[in-house]
């Protein structure tokens, strides 16, 4: 199952397809006993997609058998047993992908000639992706991380190796010649390469990083490196030869205090906003707001959702699930189209926002 959404996947998923591309959504959960229900819904949701798929006209014989065998084939893939809260099916034909999210999604079955994707958007900005970068004198490993986890990742050649020289150690204590390994040219040239090739990836993801590793080596990347300068160094050797746990019970003090600062920076700047009349409270009010572009900086409680209806384009009303044109996703489809036009996204704990109702906005004018 996948979890990693760089930009070049979701410009891949993006891409118009040949119809149908089926999107497949349903909420799952981590825990018993709720748990227990999540292999009937997920059979019940992809059987609705076939139903639906063998009730269009649109579709022919050929393309409804090889989108029916790609959803066989991507529900076999499913991993319940390690679920997080949300899953997504995509099925076109030749192709599909299984997305397991850290963020619940509504119940649904959408035929189109693209793949739904805000769900995605939104479970990945929720997450507050970093990376973490662990360096020794012959490994350096690439993690990416999120709100609970981290995993390797292989994105820009990592891990990067050498073959450290099999120096005559007893020889060379006798003579007083040790020189340490950080001050290696071998060594230093290696760390430099990681440091270039991990400022390639964070130009083409931008992330928080964390660097672990000897204090020796993060000194020396101090020296050579440049990116690698302004992340947050974590004193913790042996991790790029560990284990994602390992590397997790690392870095995880760190990250909880960051997202500590982030949260009092995003409101103190949203009690600047109030002051100054740049301020959008509540989901029709900052869907207004996302729509026109106007929106700089998005706060969102970490579990606020809201069902509502769109009264003829103008104004969103509450709405129960299930309801006529009803739209459970909408603080997705806010946080998407607020991505699109350049703001900043900020998940916040349940309760923060107080009288702005789970969702409040800072505008650019």
């Not at 118009?16 to 997920?42: G, I, K, M």
């Not at 679920?83 to 119940?107: M, N």
């Not at 003090?253 to 906003?273: F, G, I, K, W």
């Not at 996703?329 to 702005?356: H, S, Y």
């Amino acid at each position: 199952m996948e979890h990693d959404l760089s930009p070049s996947t979701l410009s891949e998923l993006r891409r118009p397809r040949a119809y149908p591309a089926v999107s497949v959504l349903t909420p799952t959960h981590r825990r018993e006993p709720e748990n227990a229900q999540d292999p009937v819904r997920l059979r019940n949701v992809v059987a609705e997609a076939k139903k639906q798929l063998e009730s269009d006209p649109a579709v022919t014989r050929e393309r409804r058998s090889d989108v029916v065998r790609q959803l066989d084939q991507a529900l076999a893939e499913v991993d319940l047993a390690h679920a997080e809260d949300g899953l997504v099916i995509f099925a076109a034909p030749g192709e599909h992908q299984v997305w397991s999210l850290g963020r619940t999604v509504p119940e649904r079955v959408v035929l189109s000639d693209t793949f739904l994707t805000r769900n995605l958007v939104s479970a990945h900005a929720a997450e507050r992706p970093f990376w973490v970068l662990s360096v020794s004198p012959d490994r350096a490993t690439l993690w990416s991380g999120g709100t609970d986890r981290v995993m390797e990742d292989g994105t820009g050649g990592f891990p990067l190796t050498r073959r450290l020289e099999n120096f005559d150690a007893e020889r060379q204590e006798r003579i007083g010649d040790m020189p340490s390994t950080f001050r290696d040219e071998g060594t230093r040239h290696f760390l430099r390469e990681a440091d270039a090739a991990m400022g390639m990836i964070l130009r083409e993801q931008p992330r928080p990083l964390y660097i672990t590793g000897e204090q020796a080596a993060l000194s020396t990347l101090d020296e050579v490196g440049s990116v690698t300068k302004e992340a947050v160094h974590v004193p913790h050797g042996g991790l790029a030869h560990g284990t994602h746990d390992a590397v997790w019970q690392a870095v995880r003090p760190m990250v909880a205090a960051e997202a500590r600062r982030s949260t009092d920076a995003v409101a103190r700047e949203l009690e600047t906003a109030r002051g100054r009349r740049a301020f959008a409270a509540g989901v029709d009010e900052v869907w207004h707001s996302a729509r026109e572009g106007r929106v700089r900086l998005l706060a969102v409680e970490e579990n606020y959702r809201v069902t509502v209806r769109d009264v003829l384009g103008d104004h969103l009303v509450p709405a129960a699930s299930g309801d006529l044109d009803s739209r459970e996703d909408i603080v997705d489809e806010i946080v998407e189209q607020c991505l699109e036009t350049g703001a900043d996204v900020r998940f916040v704990p349940d309760g923060m926002l107080g009288d702005a109702h789970g969702i409040a906005g800072i505008l650019r004018y």
